[in-house]
């Protein structure tokens, strides 16, 4: 048995809810698992096992055996790391042969939650750039909030990235103030989707940014011009090969890609392996990419060595080892985006997106 569970065999027993068992292997099983994923989710989002106890009880989900999940079954799923392709066997961990129903990430966060409970974890969730935008005018992070405005008896929730300096020293100390979620999160999203397929403008920017790296400086700088945009080496970028269009190609389709296919916490971690940061003006928008050749890099975690942990709404990377499967962070590039508009955030118009190249 110890045998078996060294090679990532599952031992015998009922299958854990989330699997059916075929030929003495855990398989999916694909109804199941949107309820153990649902159920991860509602905990993150709640730190209450009792609250997630309701929610079921609430929409009528039950187990196998038609019955409401009991609190206690709810704290064994929660627990459980075979949900993360793992088996564990005589109090170790061995690497499972069976596909995970959640990411590692995920279940970190649910064990930490375990034990400390996670603070505004729901404006991390609801924020897809949580940690991640920092104000170019006053160099502070843009922090996540929102607002709660009453019409008509009805409550409607505006989300916000916010320039902390505006918190700290008021509403004038930055005239970026804040800029709306949704709109900055499509933004982005557009443009670099619009970037993704503009074959002529990927291969001009990697003939200068690969001439870059040979140059004395090897940030290409802007050098006095507010509209000269593209993509642009982290600095550290010089001590490896040159950068591939192709290779730039498939990391952005396979960002957007893979993006699409998430949902909730694991959507917002995905970013966090895709993206180092952005840099927001009003004038333009900087996304500094992770960049490697291999884009199983970009995959959700399959080892222990390196889980991604959440603390204070951003994600950040430990335990790294030559075996991690995070993206390498000594090689980035950053595409600027130009924003069309004046004031303190773009307008509609400006948000429908458009890039240039000098």
Same mark, same amino acid.
């Given at each position: ?17 989330? !699997? @059916? ?6 398989? #999916? +099983?694909? $109804? &199941? ?8 989710? *509602? ?80 404006? !991390? @969730? ?6 991640? #935008? +920092?104000? $170019? &005018? ?8 929102? *607002? ?211």
């Amino acid at each position: 048995m110890l045998e078996r569970a060294r090679k990532g065999f599952w031992n015998g027993g009922s299958p854990p809810y989330g !699997y @059916k068992r075929e030929n003495k292997r855990l398989v #999916i +099983n694909q $109804k &199941e698992a949107e309820i153990i994923r649902l159920i991860f989710e *509602t905990y993150l989002e709640t730190g209450s096992i009792n609250m997630v106890y309701d929610f079921l009880r609430e929409k009528n989900i039950k187990n196998r055996q038609g019955k409401i999940f009991s609190k206690a079954h709810l704290a064994r799923i929660l627990r459980n790391i075979a949900y993360t392709g793992k088996i564990k066997y005589a109090n170790q961990i061995y690497q499972g042969i069976h596909q995970p129903i959640i990411s590692e990430e995920l279940f970190e966060l649910a064990q930490k939650s375990h034990k400390k409970r996670i603070r505004k974890f729901r404006i !991390y @969730k609801d924020f897809l750039f949580g940690g991640l #935008i +920092n104000c $170019k &005018e006053c160099g502070y992070k843009m922090s996540a909030c929102f *607002t709660n405005k009453w019409r008509n008896g009805k409550m409607k929730r505006y989300y916000y990235y916010r320039c902390t300096c505006v918190n700290k020293k008021g509403w004038r100390a930055c005239s970026t103030k804040e800029v709306s979620a949704d709109r900055i999160e499509n933004y982005v999203l557009e443009n670099l989707e619009r970037i993704s397929i503009d074959k002529d403008y990927i291969e001009n920017l990697v003939f200068k940014l690969n001439h870059g790296l040979n140059s004395s400086n090897p940030r290409l700088k802007n050098s006095g011009s507010a509209v000269k945009e593209g993509l642009e080496p982290s600095g550290l970028c010089s001590k490896f090969p040159k950068f591939s269009p192709e290779t730039i190609v498939s990391i952005l389709k396979s960002f957007l890609s893979f993006l699409s296919q998430r949902r909730g916490v694991e959507r917002n971690l995905l970013v966090k392996r895709f993206i180092k940061d952005i840099l927001y003006s009003q004038e333009n928008i900087k996304i500094t990419l992770f960049y490697s050749e291999n884009l199983k890099d970009f995959q959700i975690s399959q080892t222990k060595e390196s889980p991604a942990l959440l603390w204070q709404g951003r994600a950040k990377f430990s335990g790294r080892s030559k075996r991690s499967s995070l993206p390498p962070q000594q090689r980035e590039f950053a595409s600027n985006i130009r924003v069309l508009s004046v004031g303190f955030e773009p307008t509609t118009h400006g948000l429908r997106g458009r890039y240039s190249t000098n």
